[in-house]
C-alpha cells in the first residue's frame, strides 16, 4: 500500500490532527514545529503528545514527518540570524522526542552572497552543535529548487553538508519531486537516471521521505513553486512512474500541494493510491 498523507496543521492539538489524517485516508502527514513564517512555538501538550503517538501506533501509520519554518536560515551571513535558527532547531529536537515523532525535515538555508561553499560550511556547523549522541530524532535535509542563492540544489550540495556532519548517521533526506524537477533533474523522462545519480551520489538509504508535488515551472527553471498533482509540468503519467518505482514506493509520502480544503488532499491522496500496481 502507498504510504500517504499532506500536510496539516496542529492548531487544534496533535491528536486531532492525527484523526484528520485518517479522515483523509492518509496513513502519515507533516506539519509545521511553530509558526512557518515566524517563531513562536505552542507549548507542549505531553498527553496530547502521547494521545497522538498512542493513536499513530493503534491505526497503522508509517512515521509522521515535523517539518522547520521557512523562515529559519542555517547558512546566514548575519550572526543573530544564524543563531537563530540554531535555537529553533534545537528546541525543535526536543520536542519531536517529546512528542515521538522520528524526522526533522529543514532546508538547508540560502548563502545570500556567501558562495555555496560557505553555506555549505555554515549549514553543516549547525548541525554539529545540535546534534549529540543522546539525538534520536533524523533530521532530514530537503533538496531544494536552487532558486536565488540556495544550498541544497544539487545532490552534491546535500552529500557535501552530510559529509562534514559529525554524527551523519542522524542526518538523512527528504526528496521533493517539484524542487528536483525544477531544479534540472529530469524525473518525467529519466526517473532511473535520477535515482541512480541520487544512490551514487547520496545514496538512497539516505532517502527517508518524499514531499510529491507537481511542479508549476518547467524542468531546470530553479522556481519552488508547487502545482497540485496532474496541473503541472511534472504529471499524472510521471506520478504512476514514481509511486510504484521499486527504490520508492515504501517510502512515505506528503503532499504539499497548493489547497484550500481538506477534500483536495483527500482526492489526491485516492488519486495516487489508485495508481499503484
Known sequence: MLHIGCHLSPSEGLLKMAKTASELGADTFQFFSRNPRGSKAKALDESDAAAMDAYLKEHGFVPVLVHAPYTLNPCAEKPETAQFAE?????DLIRCTAM???????HPGSHVGQGEQTGVEK??????RILSDETDTTVL?????????EIGGTFESVKAIIDRVNLSERVGVCLDTCHV????????????????EFDR??????????????????????KDRHAAIGEGQIGLDAFRRIVNHPALKNLPFCLETPHEKLEEYAAEIALLRGMTE
Not at 535555537?87 to 528546541?91: E, F, Q, T, V
Not at 527517508?208 to 508535488?213: A, E
Open 181 to 196: 524537477f525544477q531544479a534540472g533533474y529530469d524525473i518525467v523522462n529519466d526517473l532511473d537516471g535520477v535515482l541512480t
Open 123 to 128: 549549514t553543516a556547523a549547525l548541525l554539529n
Open 141 to 149: 535535509i530537503e533538496t531544494m529548487s536552487g532558486q536565488g542563492s
Open 201 to 222: 551520489v547520496i545514496g538512497l538509504d539516505r532517502l527517508h521521505f518524499l514531499h510529491i508535488n507537481d511542479a508549476k515551472f518547467g524542468l531546470g527553471e530553479h
Open 100 to 106: 515521538k515523532t522520528p524526522f526533522y525535515n529543514f
Open 87 to 91: 535555537l529553533c532547531m534545537r528546541n
